[in-house]
């Protein structure tokens, strides 16, 4: 177990918002909660013990990625998976870039839920992950349509094989690991032991402060430059013109996200095939402008009740389709983002790097997500 260290004063910071911030961690059953600032850990409490961080794991093969165009494995971000792929050479997925697997715009078909196609039970595995991105149908034209997809990123793990004749989890330990001194790391793997891109990484909390720290320190880690200065700016940069939440796998969190149900996306539900009833009972709210998308869940859940999320899943309306966004031109905190609430926050202005994981063993669906710990980090 990790000892509770506070150096908050020294280090300006809130000292309210950073006990709201344990107790809260307290309150969800955190496994680990680590805080930095200017490189300094003021928060260090809980396990160190390996913990799988699923979709967070997004963000780092985004660095993977980087990783293939400085050591020039990859040409550019424009460069066609058909390069390394030839059976997609024909048809609309040749137009399909590595760009458009890092911002969401591949257009391949794709569950939202990874659980109903790539980790169906009982064991959670496919025989090939890279095999069945591969035969995926296309859901829209490549390059048109944002849509957050996990096949899409499970392919990257292919890209980067391909590109440096390297499996993934190999290539992470030559050019991260290695150098980062981090160790005892597992993947999750399918049953061709390829890692599953798309959620693989069990990293200690410790490791994945190092992470942080890299992106905070512009692509150098202990003096060491590890990848370009100018891939971290891309990666934090929006990754395409419409939604201002999403870098290249690293999630940007603005100063604020208002939410609204209006006419326009009650039409777009319809189209969608929601039913009749599912529309009718969000009327009460129709127009309704919600200060941040916690409110905004909170009334869903009082309407729906407690699986609100499965119900707008079942009519097709979850994600960027739920609501209308009303988005702040600044940009507050950048994070990874995974399931259970497993979070890597840089906040670059302030120094700051905090890190939250929640191990699947013990964890209780309905009490321990930490889903506004980037929220509340930025405000430190």
Not at 9 to 35: C, F, G, W, Y
Not at 76 to 102: A, C, N, R
Not at 105 to 129: F, M, R
Not at 250 to 269: C, K, M, Q, S
Request: with cysteine; net charge negative; aromatic share 10%.
């Amino acid at each position: 177990m990790f000892s509770s260290l506070m150096f908050s004063q020294a280090q300006n910071v809130d000292n309210s918002v950073l006990q709201r911030i344990i107790e809260k961690s307290n309150q969800t059953h955190s496994d680990a909660l680590i805080i930095q600032k200017a490189g300094q850990v003021i928060v260090e409490k809980g396990t160190d013990n390996p913990i799988y961080i699923a979709s967070a794991g997004k963000s780092l093969v985004s660095l993977g990625v980087g990783k293939l165009l400085s050591e020039g494995f990859l040409d550019s971000l424009d460069q066609p998976i058909h390069y390394f792929f030839p059976e997609w050479k024909q048809g609309d997925k040749s137009l399909i870039t590595v760009k458009m697997l890092l911002n969401h715009t591949s257009g391949l078909q794709n569950h939202q839920n990874a659980s109903i196609e790539l980790e169906p039970a009982p064991d959670y595995k496919v025989d090939n992950i890279i095999r069945l991105a591969l035969a995926a149908e296309l859901d829209d034209k490549p390059g048109e349509v944002v849509s957050y997809n996990n096949k899409a990123v499970a392919l990257l793990g292919g890209v980067i094989e391909k590109a440096s004749e390297l499996r993934m989890d190999q290539f992470f330990e030559k050019y991260f690991f290695e150098p980062m001194n981090i160790s005892d790391v597992d993947w999750i793997r399918d049953r061709s032991g390829n890692p599953t891109a798309h959620g693989s990484f069990i990293i200690k909390p410790s490791d994945l402060l190092k992470f942080g720290t890299l992106m905070l320190n512009e692509g150098t880690y202990l003096d060491n430059r590890l990848i370009s200065k100018e891939w971290i700016d891309l990666s934090f940069q929006q990754g395409q013109p419409d939604v201002p939440m999403w870098g290249l796998l690293w999630w940007r969190l603005p100063a604020y996200e208002h939410r609204v149900i209006d006419g326009e996306t009650l039409i777009n539900w319809k189209k969608r095939g929601a039913s009749d009833e599912l529309i009718e009972s969000i009327q009460p709210i129709k127009g309704q402008v919600f200060e941040n998308k916690y409110v905004f869940f909170d009334k869903l859940k009082e309407i729906l009740g407690e699986d609100w999320s499965g119900v707008l899943q079942k009519n097709n309306v979850a994600g960027l389709h739920s609501s209308k966004r009303i988005f702040s031109d600044e940009i507050t905190a950048y994070y990874a983002n995974g399931y259970r609430g497993n979070f890597l926050v840089i906040i670059p202005e302030k120094q700051i790097v905090a890190v939250r994981c929640a191990d699947p063993e013990g964890f209780n669906y309905q009490t321990d997500f930490y889903s506004d710990f980037a929220a509340m980090v930025s405000k430190l």
